[in-house]
């Protein structure tokens, strides 16, 4: 969670407002406790949030927690 609020803390800084930014996480989204909180820290305060990762290491169903899926790194950086 440290690490989430510290994520949300530089977007802030830098971006001026994290409601309505589009965020994409990259990686292995399945076994990462980094990324969980990002999701559930960013998806709350109204960001975009995108991942990123081989289908391998996606969980099951995770359109649940408000974020868009993809396998395809250029993909999900489009727009």
């Known amino acids: 969670p440290t690490q989430a609020l510290l994520d ?3 977007i802030r800084r830098r971006r001026g407002s994290i409601a ?12 990462s406790r980094v990324a969980r ?4 820290a960013l ?5 975009e949030v995108r991942v990123c990762a081989p ?14 899926p993809f396998t ?3 993909a999900a950086l489009d727009g």
Do not use: K
Request: hydrophobic share 50%; glycine share 8%.
């Open 8 to 10: 949300a803390l530089t």
């Open 20 to 31: 309505g930014q589009v965020v994409v996480i990259c990686g292995d989204i399945l076994h």
């Open 37 to 40: 909180s990002n999701i559930l």
């Open 43 to 47: 998806t709350a305060l109204a960001a």
């Open 55 to 68: 289908s391998t290491l996606m969980p099951p169903a995770i359109e649940e927690f408000g974020v868009t």
């Open 72 to 74: 395809s790194f250029d």
